[in-house]
């Protein structure tokens, strides 16, 4: 008696669940909502959201980074849209704000930040302005300025503050040695040979071996370079 009563409340309830999918769907059919015409960013200002959030500002954050994922997502698929990508920079800003340590943030923000378009906003000057906020609540984490290195290495084409990005990176701590070999190259790529001559000069001497053979073969690279230069003014 006791099973058929139990049987008979969750056909009921099935029965129940399925009324509803049924009506819900009529109702999405006949009455669809309209779609959204525009996207609000219900909070632009980081200190309104720091009083708003209380003292979920680590979870916040982890909203508003999923947030800026979407909505770069989304505007990367949508073409068609005037306002491509305008709402990644306050998105990221308020992350970043709500969690000055969230260096994941900051690091994939800036290359969101910095694509050209159609596949971003083109906007290397906020991404490194980004990863200046991370360094300043992250003061001795290399990978910033290594990647605001990157930033201007790939796409603002300035090689010089690239390499001098590399070699603020390689004086902090836990920084890896190759980044001397890459500030040392970008600096000849800017045309600046002498000085990473001097950057080479100082890996030569290095203990590790693997080292002073990219240090030598830059070094060669680099004399090579200025032998062309050479044999190119005596053609001309």
Same mark, same amino acid.
Do not use: C
């Given at each position: 008696?006791?099973?058929?009563?139990?049987?008979?409340?969750?056909?009921?309830?099935?029965? &129940?669940? &399925?009324?509803?999918?049924?009506?819900?769907?009529?109702?999405?059919?006949?009455?669809?909502?309209?779609?959204?015409?525009?996207?609000?960013?219900?909070?632009? @200002?980081?200190?309104?959201?720091?009083?708003?959030?209380?003292?979920?500002?680590?979870?916040?954050?982890?909203?508003?980074?999923?947030? @800026?994922?979407?909505?770069?997502?989304?505007?990367?698929?949508?073409?068609?849209?005037?306002?491509?990508?305008?709402?990644?920079?306050?998105?990221?800003?308020?992350?970043?704000?709500?969690?000055?340590?969230?260096?994941?943030?900051?690091?994939?923000?800036?290359?969101?930040?910095?694509?050209?378009?159609?596949? &971003?906003?083109?906007?290397?000057?906020?991404?490194? +302005?980004?990863?200046? +906020?991370?360094?300043?609540?992250?003061?001795?984490?290399?990978?910033?300025?290594?990647?605001?290195?990157?930033?201007?290495?790939?796409?603002?084409?300035?090689?010089?503050?690239?390499? +001098?990005?590399?070699?603020?990176?390689?004086?902090?701590?836990?920084?890896?040695?190759?980044?001397?070999?890459?500030?040392?190259?970008?600096?000849?790529?800017?045309?600046?040979?002498?000085?990473?001559?001097?950057?080479?000069?100082?890996?030569?001497?290095?203990?590790?071996?693997?080292?002073?053979?990219?240090?030598?073969?830059?070094?060669?690279?680099?004399?090579?370079?200025?032998?062309?230069?050479?044999?190119?003014?005596?053609?001309?």
């Amino acid at each position: 008696m006791r099973g058929a009563r139990l049987f008979l409340a969750v056909v009921a309830a099935l029965a &129940g669940i &399925g009324a509803a999918a049924a009506v819900l769907h009529a109702r999405e059919t006949r009455y669809p909502l309209p779609a959204a015409t525009e996207r609000l960013l219900y909070l632009r @200002s980081p200190k309104a959201a720091d009083r708003v959030m209380l003292d979920f500002d680590a979870l916040a954050s982890d909203v508003y980074w999923i947030r @800026s994922i979407q909505n770069y997502g989304r505007d990367l698929n949508d073409r068609a849209r005037p306002d491509r990508f305008a709402l990644v920079e306050p998105l990221l800003n308020l992350t970043t704000s709500l969690d000055p340590y969230f260096l994941i943030a900051y690091r994939f923000g800036s290359v969101f930040l910095a694509m050209e378009p159609p596949h &971003g906003p083109g906007r290397p000057d906020l991404a490194i +302005k980004l990863l200046e +906020k991370g360094m300043a609540a992250n003061p001795t984490t290399w990978q910033l300025p290594y990647d605001i290195g990157f930033v201007h290495y790939f796409h603002t084409g300035d090689f010089a503050a690239a390499a +001098k990005s590399f070699e603020r990176a390689l004086a902090m701590p836990g920084a890896p040695s190759w980044l001397r070999n890459m500030a040392a190259t970008t600096e000849a790529r800017g045309g600046n040979r002498q000085e990473a001559r001097r950057m080479l000069a100082e890996m030569v001497e290095s203990p590790e071996e693997w080292m002073r053979r990219a240090a030598q073969r830059t070094l060669e690279q680099l004399d090579a370079l200025d032998a062309i230069d050479q044999l190119t003014g005596l053609v001309e």
